[in-house]
Nanobody, 118 residues
Framework: QVHVVESGGGLVQPGGSLRLSCAVS????????MGWYRQIIGKARDLVAS??????NYVDSVKGRFTISRDNAKNTGYLQMDNLKPEDTAVYYC?????????????WGRGTQVTISA
């Protein structure tokens, strides 16, 4: 059974930084795609950044400020968030997916709250 657990959220002032972690247990192929999504109450969950075979991808609003990475040896992914803005406030979710045979497997964590406020 695969488990995905996010950590690293918290309250920071505008301009500050946070580093989110996504620990994956249960064994997944190294050729998996990891993504970070965020959700504000009452709104849809939106993709922020992803990392797959084609390299990192970011939504325009976080380009130059967020960096996605992963350490396959530790089965852990990261989202480094710099120059944070109040509009970055949301619950951040880690998403892991991979294809095995003719099936696609998708796993979500339970999220970590990020609050940007003075």
């Amino acid at each position: 059974q695969v488990h995905v657990v996010e950590s690293g959220g918290g309250l920071v002032q505008p301009g500050g930084s946070l580093r989110l972690s996504c620990a994956v247990s249960g064994g997944i192929p190294s050729r998996s795609t990891m993504g970070w999504y965020r959700q504000i109450i009452g709104k849809a969950r939106d993709l922020v950044a992803s990392l797959g075979d084609d390299g990192p991808n970011y939504v325009d609003s976080v380009k130059g400020r967020f960096t996605i990475s992963r350490d396959n040896a530790k089965n852990t992914g990261y989202l480094q968030m710099d120059n944070l803005k109040p509009e970055d406030t949301a619950v951040y979710y880690c998403h892991v997916s991979y294809i095995l045979g003719d099936r696609t497997y998708v796993f979500w964590g339970r999220g970590t709250q990020v609050t940007i406020s003075a």
